[in-house]
């Protein structure tokens, strides 16, 4: 009877005394423990086609025993680049912003790849110079842009001189179509104007968001244009410019509801502001919708807890920020090659709107 042969078991070497248990280990540990070079262990990390199967079996069995994961920073030796994607954002609403990391979160899980967050103050003058040490000292794979530094054209145009790849998510086009998100507030807004006029609505005012951002100019001008096709002017005492915010909301809705000759509905150009208008209304007794009609913009989840619950033009943040975070993995000839990316807003209709009652 022939010898039974034996299953060759490759066992990571004993352990150095520098392996202290339960003490995390870093990748210079993982090459000692394996006997490899770091360069090693950063291509078995990066799966490297370079690594011989007994090489890289040896070190995957390091890693198993010491329960050792990988920091982006650590697989990214082999390709001087980090392993983290960026998103660089000037944006007053909270849940804004946590919608647009979600969606990023949605995009990278499971690709290696992890999210950092660089809140800035574009009206600053160094934020520019700020943005790009973030992403230098980082060494970031790529970088989302979010309104409003996404309309930024001198904050693009950096991120291109040090070579460093980014999506921007805009109302509009504003640059190559493989860098573009692209979210039609103009339509929204005015799919917003038609509905008020279809409950006849004719005394109207407007909340709009600050004059620097791209996303408020289109906002306002789709509502005031698709009134217009119906023959009806918003006068300049019935359009307030806010800031975004529920504070800004508030201080607007305090004019416009102010006197006798208020507003029969107000279209305010996101939820956080159509909530200052609702405190407003509460305070002075004016009853919503039967005396006043309240239409929000974003239907972020303000939106359905207010009571009543408030029509809002929804826009889909969180499959922006998937969408944007997607064009960054992609390798960059497949990249360079893709479409403009587009979402499409449209109105939620709850319990806010009514037709006037005068």
Same mark, same amino acid.
Request: aromatic share 6%.
């Given at each position: 009877?022939?010898?039974?042969?034996?299953?060759?078991?490759?066992? #990571?070497?004993?352990? %150095?005394? %520098?392996?202290?248990?339960?003490?995390?280990?870093?990748?210079?540990?993982?090459?000692?423990?394996?006997?490899?070079?770091?360069?090693? &262990? *950063?291509?078995?990390?990066?799966?490297?086609?370079?690594?011989?199967?007994?090489?890289?079996?040896?070190?995957?069995?390091?890693?198993?025993?010491?329960?050792?994961? #990988?920091?982006?920073?650590?697989?990214?030796?082999?390709?001087?680049?980090?392993?983290?994607?960026?998103?660089?954002?000037?944006?007053?609403?909270?849940?804004?912003? !946590?919608? =647009?990391?979600?969606?990023?979160?949605?995009?990278?899980?499971?690709?290696?790849?992890?999210? !950092?967050?660089?809140?800035?103050?574009?009206?600053?003058?160094?934020?520019?110079?700020?943005?790009?040490?973030? &992403?230098?000292?980082?060494?970031?794979?790529? !970088?989302?842009?979010?309104?409003?530094?996404?309309? /930024?054209?001198?904050?693009?145009? =950096?991120?291109?001189?040090? /070579?460093?790849?980014? *999506?921007?998510?805009?109302? &509009?086009?504003?640059?190559?179509?493989?860098? =573009?998100?692209?979210?039609?507030?103009?339509?929204?807004?005015?799919?917003?104007? /038609?509905?008020?006029?279809?409950?006849?609505?004719?005394?109207?005012?407007?909340?709009?968001?600050?004059?620097?951002?791209?996303?408020?100019?289109?906002?306002?001008?789709?509502?005031?244009?698709?009134?217009?096709?119906?023959?009806?002017?918003?006068?300049?005492?019935?359009?307030?410019?806010?800031?975004?915010?529920?504070?800004?909301?508030?201080?607007?809705?305090?004019?416009?509801?102010?006197?006798?000759?208020?507003?029969?509905?107000?279209?305010?150009?996101?939820?956080?502001?159509?909530?200052?208008?609702?405190?407003?209304?509460?305070?002075?007794?004016? %009853?919503? #919708?039967?005396?006043? *009609?309240?239409?929000?913009?974003?239907?972020?989840?303000?939106?359905?807890?207010?009571?009543?619950?408030?029509?809002?033009?929804?826009?889909?943040?969180?499959?922006?920020?998937?969408?944007?975070?997607? =064009?960054?993995?992609?390798?960059?000839?497949?990249?360079?090659?893709?479409?403009?990316?587009?979402?499409?807003?449209?109105?939620?209709?709850?319990?806010?709107?009514?037709?006037?009652?005068?």
């Amino acid at each position: 009877m022939p010898p039974r042969k034996k299953t060759e078991r490759i066992a #990571p070497p004993a352990k %150095s005394a %520098s392996a202290v248990p339960g003490k995390a280990q870093t990748i210079n540990d993982i090459a000692r423990l394996a006997e490899v070079s770091k360069k090693t &262990v *950063s291509r078995v990390i990066n799966q490297s086609p370079l690594v011989h199967k007994e090489t890289r079996d040896r070190v995957e069995a390091v890693m198993r025993e010491f329960n050792y994961t #990988p920091d982006p920073f650590a697989r990214g030796l082999a390709f001087r680049r980090s392993f983290l994607i960026g998103m660089v954002y000037d944006n007053p609403t909270a849940q804004y912003i !946590v919608n =647009m990391q979600y969606g990023a979160l949605d995009a990278i899980r499971d690709s290696g790849f992890e999210l !950092v967050v660089h809140p800035c103050d574009s009206r600053s003058p160094g934020y520019i110079d700020g943005v790009r040490r973030f &992403v230098q000292q980082q060494k970031l794979h790529g !970088v989302m842009l979010v309104p409003r530094v996404s309309e /930024d054209q001198a904050l693009a145009d =950096m991120l291109a001189e040090i /070579d460093c790849r980014y *999506s921007r998510i805009a109302s &509009v086009s504003l640059d190559q179509a493989s860098r =573009m998100v692209i979210t039609h507030d103009r339509d929204g807004a005015a799919e917003a104007a /038609d509905y008020l006029q279809s409950l006849g609505h004719r005394d109207i005012a407007l909340i709009t968001g600050p004059s620097s951002y791209r996303s408020a100019h289109e906002r306002t001008a789709g509502f005031v244009e698709a009134l217009a096709k119906r023959g009806i002017e918003l006068p300049r005492e019935r359009v307030v410019e806010a800031g975004y915010t529920f504070e800004s909301g508030v201080a607007s809705a305090e004019r416009l509801l102010a006197g006798n000759q208020r507003p029969t509905a107000i279209f305010a150009g996101n939820d956080e502001m159509a909530a200052g208008v609702y405190k407003v209304a509460l305070r002075a007794g004016i %009853s919503i #919708p039967q005396e006043l *009609s309240v239409i929000g913009f974003d239907d972020s989840p303000l939106a359905s807890r207010l009571w009543p619950a408030l029509s809002s033009v929804r826009l889909p943040i969180r499959d922006m920020g998937r969408i944007a975070a997607s =064009m960054l993995l992609a390798e960059p000839a497949a990249a360079s090659a893709l479409a403009a990316a587009s979402v499409r807003p449209h109105l939620i209709v709850r319990d806010s709107c009514q037709p006037p009652a005068r």
